[in-house]
DNA sequence: TTGGTGTGTCAACAGTTGTTGGCCTACGGT
DNA sequence: ACCGTAGGCCAACAACTGTTGACACACCAA
């Protein structure tokens, strides 16, 4: 035995492939939503025949199941200054899917698709509570702040990388982040006002 | 002449089913989205023959177009204390869509479909512009401010209606009242930080 | 009563979609 | 050199889509 015995999934002749349906895959659902991103239009992307992606990813639901996987990447939060936090939060997102399509893709089949939606609610339920709870807040709360952070977040990249909204799109990073981050900040150190 | 020579579209006998077909098709459009509200589940929910669809309003996208006629209601900011703009919009908001389905459905489409994004963007750039420039903001800055508005507005409708993410399901509408006003507040009328 | 027009149904069209099975080819271990 | 198998293409299916035209009935003015 030359490897692992186990679970040393050798690399197949045909990761190229996959790995260009994939692409094509997330672009077009990124530019055209779930329904309108075609198997056909994917795989010509791919420059191969519509039938591999089937064989591949098994039907269109698969293959967006795979084209979704999406990883916030959020940092650790516990060694942030506790007054950073919403800096550091509305930095990282910009910068997290200015280069990445796979949110956008999420985002539009999410407002039609279930099981996008479902897994649009798992991404933040786990990972964005579970880095808002890193920091010690009341448990009671964290939920809800999470949720306020993601509708400020959401609303952001819906308005500037979706609906494109001139004012959002025209905006500089920088000065998106000097207003936002107050927000995110009073959502996740701040009271609510009654 | 008994009545007005011009202009003057006397009721068709054909109105309260076009009504239907409208009604049909706003709940449609808010539920399954642009693409997979179907003429025919809309004809069916009307209960009449998808072909009056076509004749009655053109096309799908005529359809989608008569359905998606939104007006925000925004109330006239200019007699509201400087201090309460985001409370008054918030709960205006709040208010409006927690009661009719219509945006939803923009909402939902706005987000595959390049026309019902560009009547998203028509909405808010004129309506909510122009509600925002009554009160006498920098003209500078005024159409920015919108935009974050938007953004916040827009996101918690999203998270709320569309995803549902549980804590924004969950949470009452004071509640939110308490977290977003402040928010919009600082959009409105504060200053970014950097 | 009569004719025309508005209201509605039925059946079918042409195109597109996801999906399937058969077939050919070329690699790679033995 | 051989041969099993994985990679790839082609053609087709069945279902569904928006859309259209022909046809039937009911209303209403003349």
Redesign the pocket.
């Known amino acids: 035995m030359t490897v692992a015995p186990t679970d040393a999934p050798r690399p197949?002749?045909?990761?190229?492939?996959r790995a260009a349906i994939l692409g094509a895959a997330r672009e077009r659902f990124a530019s055209d939503g779930y329904?309108?991103?075609?198997?056909?239009?994917i795989a010509a992307d791919a420059?191969?025949?519509?039938?591999?992606?089937?064989?591949y990813y098994?039907?269109?639901?698969g293959l967006f199941a795979a084209a979704a996987e999406f990883d916030l990447r959020l940092p650790d939060l516990t060694d942030v200054p506790p007054g950073q936090l919403g800096e550091v939060l509305i930095r990282h997102f910009l910068a997290r899917w200015e280069g990445d399509e796979t949110l956008a893709a999420l985002l539009r089949t999410a407002s039609t698709n279930p099981g996008a939606a479902e897994r649009m609610r798992g991404i933040f339920a786990s990972q964005l509570s579970a880095a808002v709870a890193g920091f010690g807040t009341d448990p009671a709360t964290t939920s809800r702040r999470a949720g306020l952070v993601a509708s400020q977040i959401l609303g952001l990249a819906f308005t500037r990388y979706i609906v494109r909204l001139p004012p959002m799109v025209e905006m500089a990073p920088e000065e998106l982040v000097g207003w936002v981050a107050p927000t995110l900040q009073r959502y996740l150190t701040g009271l609510p006002e009654n």
């Open positions: 197949r002749r045909s990761d190229v492939t329904e309108r991103a075609t198997i056909r239009a420059r191969i025949d519509p039938s591999m992606v089937m064989r098994g039907s269109k639901e």
